[in-house]
């Protein structure tokens, strides 16, 4: 398995598709391997005398390796230099591995009716789905980890067995991979217990693997499960991220020893806090209620409350709600409400009002509510509106005991 061949370009095409454009490359002689299996396309370059081009991608058709470029060499003639990215792939290769190691791992841990039903491998992560029908626990999916690690700290060589008759790959215990097929001589990877069929690109052994963590698992389809996990290098970094992480959150808490029970502290007091605005709030609610049923206005034998104070929203509805309670024929009540620099408009109104009247809230309040650049609605006996411009915000009140025409 090379990494660098010299070479010509055979045959090129231009594809375009929607807005952008590439080109198709086949070779005369590449290591390049294509897609395959769910293993990404190597990346790399193409390296003549006075250029380099990037290969972006690299598809298999038709048994070829067609390379992906986004421009074309100057001179399509040059001899070439075909490089692949070692690094890519090895990281590509190791997460491959990984998929054995972990389809071994599972069917020990969760039963032999494992059997894997796809999977995508990238340098980054990989993705394995097989089948399973139900949650693998966290329980479970510790104990994968660390039967996987376990066996990439052995350290385990490949053993790549080329051309084996079929029979044969079965007496060694091969498990055949989904979406392949198979001549009558196959190809088998071995990795002391895990044997699989596979043409896929491999680690020298399990070692190059470094580390294997699994970050998610889900239901993809019915009796089917899907593990996602880290590599290697994105392992080490994953572990800084989850220190910096820690650290920020340490800091934040003064770097207290015990963290857990500080934060749950904190958390203790919020809620009290919490509980102490509430109290606070329904005791300014039931102040303002007394005060604005005191100073109603009469206007045509209708109770006209029309104020604007700054109330929490839910502490507007519920004033509002209050006020009803009080005064349940009979009255219009008009909030307008100031939270956090945002207005809203609270209407109330009995159901006499609705019924006698015909008025409706929710349409008045459509046409009120332009007044502070917003919008809202409800029900004809009461609605609500919010907006943006709070300097309007008592003009629309106003506006509300207008258009109600008592
Ligand atoms: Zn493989």
């Not at 990877?189 to 294997?212: D, L, N, W, Y």
């Amino acid at each position: 398995d090379y990494t660098e061949y010299e070479c010509h370009i055979l045959r090129y095409r231009k594809v375009t598709q929607k807005k952008s454009s590439y080109y198709e490359l086949v070779l005369d002689y590449t290591p390049f391997y294509g897609e395959m299996g769910g293993q990404v396309g190597d990346t790399g370059v193409l390296v003549s005398e006075d250029e380099t081009i990037n290969i972006t991608d690299t598809k298999r058709e038709n048994n070829q390796s067609i390379h992906i470029v986004k421009a074309l060499p100057k001179n399509v003639e040059a001899d070439f230099m075909a490089c692949v990215d070692t690094d890519k792939r090895d990281a590509s290769a190791a997460n491959h591995t990984a998929t054995h190691l972990l389809d071994y791992a599972l069917k020990q841990v969760l039963g032999e009716h494992v059997e894997q039903k796809g999977s995508y491998v990238s340098p980054d992560t990989l993705r394995f789905d097989f089948s399973h029908f139900q949650k693998v626990t966290d329980e479970e999916i510790r104990k994968v980890e660390r039967m996987v690690n376990d066996m990439i700290r052995q350290d385990i060589p490949l053993q790549d067995h080329r051309d084996v008759p079929i029979e044969e790959a079965k007496k060694l215990g091969a498990i055949a991979l989904f979406g392949e097929k198979y001549g009558d001589k196959v190809r088998v990877v071995q990795f002391g217990p895990s044997v699989e069929f596979c043409g896929g690109i491999h680690a020298k052994s399990t070692g190059r693997i470094g580390m294997i963590k699994i970050i998610s698992e889900s239901s993809v389809a019915a009796g089917i499960r899907r593990i996602e996990a880290k590599t290697g290098a994105e392992c080490e970094q994953m572990m800084y991220d989850l220190e910096d992480g820690m650290k920020a959150i340490k800091a934040l808490f003064h770097n207290a020893k015990d963290l857990q029970t500080v934060i749950g502290k904190y958390i203790e007091e919020h809620e009290a806090m919490k509980k102490n605005i509430e109290k606070f709030q329904a005791e300014a609610v039931e102040r303002a209620k007394e005060r604005l049923l005191s100073q109603a206005r009469d206007v045509n034998g209708v109770k006209v409350i029309a104020t604007v104070l700054p109330l929490a929203p839910d502490a507007a509805k519920d004033l509002a709600f209050k006020l009803r309670a009080a005064q349940p024929e009979n009255m219009l009540c008009v909030i307008g409400s100031k939270h956090e620099d945002k207005p809203l408009l609270t209407v109330m109104a009995t159901d006499d009002l609705v019924s006698d009247h015909g008025f409706n809230a929710g349409k008045v309040i459509r046409e009120a509510a332009k007044l502070i650049q917003g919008g809202g609605g409800g029900q004809p006996h009461f609605a609500t509106a919010g907006g943006k411009n709070i300097d309007g915000l008592s003009a629309a009140v106003d506006k509300v005991v207008e258009l109600a025409q008592l």
